[in-house]
Protein backbone atom coordinates (compact mmCIF):
# COMPACT_ATOMS: atom_id res chain seq x y z
CA UNK A 1 0.00 0.00 0.00
CA UNK A 2 1.60 3.35 -0.88
CA UNK A 3 0.71 6.09 1.37
CA UNK A 4 1.01 9.63 -1.03
CA UNK A 5 1.52 13.15 1.48
CA UNK A 6 2.79 16.30 0.64
CA UNK A 7 4.59 17.24 4.31
CA UNK A 8 7.40 15.61 6.74
CA UNK A 9 4.96 16.01 9.12
CA UNK A 10 2.05 13.97 7.35
CA UNK A 11 4.35 10.93 6.82
CA UNK A 12 5.88 11.11 9.98
CA UNK A 13 2.44 10.77 11.60
CA UNK A 14 0.78 8.56 9.14
CA UNK A 15 3.35 6.02 9.55
CA UNK A 16 3.21 6.20 13.36
CA UNK A 17 -0.40 6.25 12.86
CA UNK A 18 -0.34 2.93 10.91
CA UNK A 19 2.25 1.51 13.07
CA UNK A 20 0.04 1.93 16.12
CA UNK A 21 -2.55 -0.48 14.87
CA UNK A 22 -0.25 -3.01 12.20
CA UNK A 23 3.24 -2.64 13.73
CA UNK A 24 3.18 -6.64 11.62
CA UNK A 25 2.94 -4.11 8.42
CA UNK A 26 6.37 -2.63 9.12
CA UNK A 27 4.98 0.54 7.21
CA UNK A 28 8.24 3.21 6.49
CA UNK A 29 8.86 6.33 5.00
CA UNK A 30 10.52 7.21 0.99
CA UNK A 31 11.54 10.76 1.46
CA UNK A 32 14.25 12.96 1.19
CA UNK A 33 17.30 10.66 2.65
CA UNK A 34 14.89 7.74 3.77
CA UNK A 35 14.47 4.84 1.43
CA UNK A 36 11.80 2.28 3.44
CA UNK A 37 11.33 1.37 -0.93
CA UNK A 38 10.69 -2.62 0.44
CA UNK A 39 8.47 -1.97 3.38
CA UNK A 40 4.81 -3.73 3.28
CA UNK A 41 3.49 0.10 3.77
CA UNK A 42 5.35 2.85 2.04
CA UNK A 43 4.41 6.83 2.90
CA UNK A 44 5.76 8.62 0.12
CA UNK A 45 6.13 12.41 -0.18
CA UNK A 46 4.89 13.52 -3.41
CA UNK A 47 7.83 15.74 -3.73
CA UNK A 48 10.23 12.70 -4.00
CA UNK A 49 8.72 10.91 -6.25
CA UNK A 50 8.16 13.67 -8.65
CA UNK A 51 11.46 14.49 -8.58
CA UNK A 52 13.59 13.92 -11.72
CA UNK A 53 17.46 12.05 -12.19
CA UNK A 54 19.40 14.08 -14.41
CA UNK A 55 19.19 11.67 -16.90
CA UNK A 56 15.00 12.39 -16.85
CA UNK A 57 14.18 9.27 -14.81
CA UNK A 58 12.98 8.92 -11.41
CA UNK A 59 14.79 6.14 -9.66
CA UNK A 60 13.20 6.68 -6.42
CA UNK A 61 9.68 6.09 -7.84
CA UNK A 62 10.79 3.22 -9.54
CA UNK A 63 11.93 1.26 -6.35
CA UNK A 64 8.82 1.15 -5.22
CA UNK A 65 7.07 -2.17 -6.57
CA UNK A 66 4.14 -4.48 -6.73
CA UNK A 67 1.42 -1.06 -5.31
CA UNK A 68 -1.92 -3.25 -4.75
CA UNK A 69 -3.54 0.12 -3.17
CA UNK A 70 -2.88 3.58 -2.74
CA UNK A 71 -4.37 6.31 0.24
CA UNK A 72 -4.09 10.07 -1.34
CA UNK A 73 -3.52 12.32 2.00
CA UNK A 74 -5.13 16.08 1.01
CA UNK A 75 -6.36 14.50 -2.30
CA UNK A 76 -7.40 17.83 -3.25
CA UNK A 77 -3.92 18.21 -4.51
CA UNK A 78 -3.93 15.48 -6.71
CA UNK A 79 -5.28 17.22 -9.55
CA UNK A 80 -1.33 19.02 -10.40
CA UNK A 81 0.22 17.57 -13.20
CA UNK A 82 2.80 16.18 -11.36
CA UNK A 83 0.42 14.28 -8.90
CA UNK A 84 -1.29 12.81 -11.39
CA UNK A 85 1.60 11.58 -13.41
CA UNK A 86 2.65 9.98 -10.05
CA UNK A 87 -0.52 8.38 -9.69
CA UNK A 88 -0.69 7.13 -13.40
CA UNK A 89 2.44 5.17 -12.54
CA UNK A 90 1.47 3.14 -10.36
CA UNK A 91 -1.84 2.76 -12.11
CA UNK A 92 -4.24 4.80 -10.38
CA UNK A 93 -6.14 5.35 -13.34
CA UNK A 94 -5.90 1.75 -14.58
CA UNK A 95 -7.60 -0.13 -11.73
CA UNK A 96 -5.60 -0.26 -8.87
CA UNK A 97 -7.78 0.83 -6.01
CA UNK A 98 -7.05 4.60 -5.09
CA UNK A 99 -8.76 6.39 -1.94
CA UNK A 100 -8.57 9.71 -1.54
CA UNK A 101 -9.07 12.10 2.04
CA UNK A 102 -9.51 15.98 2.46
CA UNK A 103 -11.09 18.26 4.03
CA UNK A 104 -10.37 21.31 1.32
CA UNK A 105 -12.63 20.05 -1.61
CA UNK A 106 -11.45 23.19 -4.13
CA UNK A 107 -8.32 24.90 -5.28
CA UNK A 108 -7.17 28.10 -6.20
CA UNK A 109 -6.42 27.37 -10.02
CA UNK A 110 -10.39 26.20 -10.40
CA UNK A 111 -8.79 22.26 -11.75
CA UNK A 112 -11.97 19.84 -11.15
CA UNK A 113 -11.21 16.95 -9.01
CA UNK A 114 -13.27 15.52 -11.05
CA UNK A 115 -9.89 14.70 -13.13
CA UNK A 116 -9.12 12.34 -11.05
CA UNK A 117 -11.73 11.58 -8.16
CA UNK A 118 -14.79 9.33 -9.94
CA UNK A 119 -16.98 8.86 -6.95
CA UNK A 120 -17.18 10.32 -2.94
CA UNK A 121 -17.99 8.48 -0.41
CA UNK A 122 -21.72 8.59 0.89
CA UNK A 123 -22.23 8.26 4.55
CA UNK A 124 -24.04 4.87 5.19
CA UNK A 125 -26.27 6.22 7.32
CA UNK A 126 -27.66 8.96 4.53
CA UNK A 127 -27.09 7.94 0.96
CA UNK A 128 -26.47 10.98 -0.99
CA UNK A 129 -24.43 13.06 1.91
CA UNK A 130 -20.96 13.06 3.24
CA UNK A 131 -18.86 12.93 6.25
CA UNK A 132 -18.41 16.36 6.59
CA UNK A 133 -17.49 18.82 10.02
CA UNK A 134 -21.01 18.77 11.25
CA UNK A 135 -21.40 15.18 11.22
CA UNK A 136 -17.78 14.50 12.36
CA UNK A 137 -18.58 16.84 15.76
CA UNK A 138 -22.05 15.56 15.87
CA UNK A 139 -20.80 11.81 16.64
CA UNK A 140 -17.74 12.67 18.98
CA UNK A 141 -14.68 12.51 15.97
CA UNK A 142 -14.05 15.77 16.54
CA UNK A 143 -14.54 18.79 18.97
CA UNK A 144 -17.20 21.30 19.12
CA UNK A 145 -15.39 24.87 17.50
CA UNK A 146 -15.33 27.82 19.62
CA UNK A 147 -14.69 31.17 18.10
CA UNK A 148 -13.73 34.35 19.25
CA UNK A 149 -13.23 37.47 16.41
CA UNK A 150 -10.21 39.65 17.98
CA UNK A 151 -10.35 43.11 17.03
CA UNK A 152 -6.80 44.61 16.43
CA UNK A 153 -7.54 48.49 16.00
CA UNK A 154 -5.04 49.51 13.81
CA UNK A 155 -5.51 47.40 11.19
CA UNK A 156 -5.76 48.67 8.16
CA UNK A 157 -6.66 46.45 5.04
CA UNK A 158 -8.28 48.46 2.58
CA UNK A 159 -4.69 48.85 0.49
CA UNK A 160 -4.32 45.10 0.42
CA UNK A 161 -4.52 43.49 -2.96
CA UNK A 162 -6.92 40.30 -3.53
CA UNK A 163 -5.03 38.01 -5.68
CA UNK A 164 -6.73 34.37 -6.45
CA UNK A 165 -9.15 35.37 -4.05
CA UNK A 166 -7.09 35.84 -0.88
CA UNK A 167 -5.27 38.61 0.61
CA UNK A 168 -1.61 39.08 -0.92
CA UNK A 169 0.36 37.60 1.53
CA UNK A 170 3.66 39.78 1.78
CA UNK A 171 1.05 42.93 1.73
CA UNK A 172 -0.98 41.52 4.64
CA UNK A 173 1.71 40.97 7.13
CA UNK A 174 3.26 44.35 6.08
CA UNK A 175 -0.46 45.75 7.52
CA UNK A 176 -0.40 43.35 10.66
CA UNK A 177 2.93 44.20 11.69
CA UNK A 178 2.42 48.10 10.89
CA UNK A 179 -0.17 47.31 13.65
CA UNK A 180 1.04 46.04 16.43
CA UNK A 181 -0.89 42.40 15.76
CA UNK A 182 1.23 40.67 18.11
CA UNK A 183 0.45 42.72 21.11
CA UNK A 184 -3.67 42.12 20.02
CA UNK A 185 -2.77 38.39 20.08
CA UNK A 186 -1.07 38.67 23.88
CA UNK A 187 -4.01 40.74 25.12
CA UNK A 188 -6.33 37.58 23.59
CA UNK A 189 -4.24 34.92 24.70
CA UNK A 190 -4.61 36.28 28.60
CA UNK A 191 -8.04 37.09 28.31
CA UNK A 192 -9.63 34.75 30.56
CA UNK A 193 -13.10 34.68 29.61
CA UNK A 194 -11.07 33.37 25.92
CA UNK A 195 -8.72 30.60 27.21
CA UNK A 196 -8.00 29.33 30.82
CA UNK A 197 -5.13 30.91 30.87
CA UNK A 198 -3.30 27.71 33.34
CA UNK A 199 -0.63 25.91 31.20
CA UNK A 200 -3.63 23.59 29.55
CA UNK A 201 -4.76 25.34 26.79
CA UNK A 202 -2.44 24.29 23.31
CA UNK A 203 -2.65 26.57 20.59
CA UNK A 204 -1.68 27.90 17.08
CA UNK A 205 -0.91 30.79 15.56
CA UNK A 206 -1.29 31.09 11.68
CA UNK A 207 0.96 33.39 10.34
CA UNK A 208 0.73 34.93 6.69
CA UNK A 209 4.92 35.02 6.07
CA UNK A 210 8.25 34.63 8.36
CA UNK A 211 8.51 37.88 9.35
CA UNK A 212 5.16 37.62 11.48
CA UNK A 213 5.51 34.26 12.88
CA UNK A 214 9.25 35.54 14.52
CA UNK A 215 7.49 38.57 15.72
CA UNK A 216 4.47 37.08 16.86
CA UNK A 217 6.01 34.49 18.78
CA UNK A 218 8.96 37.00 20.59
CA UNK A 219 5.65 39.10 21.65
CA UNK A 220 4.16 35.90 23.37
CA UNK A 221 7.35 34.70 24.63
CA UNK A 222 8.21 38.86 26.76
CA UNK A 223 4.45 38.40 27.60
CA UNK A 224 5.30 34.92 29.29
CA UNK A 225 3.22 32.82 27.06
CA UNK A 226 5.96 29.89 26.04
CA UNK A 227 5.91 29.84 22.21
CA UNK A 228 7.91 27.90 19.43
CA UNK A 229 7.93 28.89 15.90
CA UNK A 230 8.44 26.56 13.38
CA UNK A 231 9.03 27.80 9.25
CA UNK A 232 9.33 26.00 6.34
CA UNK A 233 13.14 26.31 6.77
CA UNK A 234 13.01 24.65 10.39
CA UNK A 235 15.20 21.77 10.07
CA UNK A 236 13.50 18.42 10.36
CA UNK A 237 14.81 16.97 14.06
CA UNK A 238 14.37 20.67 15.43
CA UNK A 239 10.63 20.29 14.06
CA UNK A 240 10.40 17.31 15.96
CA UNK A 241 11.76 18.54 19.39
CA UNK A 242 9.29 21.75 18.98
CA UNK A 243 6.14 18.98 18.59
CA UNK A 244 7.58 17.33 21.91
CA UNK A 245 7.54 19.99 23.98
CA UNK A 246 4.50 21.49 22.98
CA UNK A 247 2.68 17.81 23.04
CA UNK A 248 3.90 18.10 26.31
CA UNK A 249 2.95 21.06 27.61
CA UNK A 250 6.93 22.80 27.74
CA UNK A 251 5.43 25.07 25.27
CA UNK A 252 1.77 26.16 25.12
CA UNK A 253 1.87 27.87 21.58
CA UNK A 254 2.99 27.41 18.39
CA UNK A 255 3.43 30.10 15.73
CA UNK A 256 4.20 28.86 12.58
CA UNK A 257 4.78 30.53 8.81
CA UNK A 258 2.54 28.12 6.00
CA UNK A 259 3.66 25.27 7.59
CA UNK A 260 1.06 23.49 9.67
CA UNK A 261 -1.94 24.61 7.28
CA UNK A 262 -2.21 21.09 6.50
Known sequence: TLFLVHRNELAEQGRD?????????RPGIVMGTRRDHDRPVVVASTQTLGRRD????????????????????????AASLTAREILGYYGAFNGIPTLGFSATLSRTDRRGL????????ERPDAPGKVWDIEWGV????????RA??????????S?????????????TASAMLDANTGAAIVKAIQNPDLLRCDGTDRGVVF??????????????NDASIRTGVILGSTPREERRQIYARHRIGELEWLCNAMVLTE
Open 17 to 25: EIHGFAPHL
Open 54 to 77: RDGRNSRREQIHSVARIVYDEAHH
Open 114 to 121: GEVWTDIV
Open 138 to 145: RNGYLVTP
Open 148 to 157: WRVKVPQLDL
Open 159 to 171: GVHVRAGDLAQEE
Open 207 to 220: CPNVATALEFSQEM
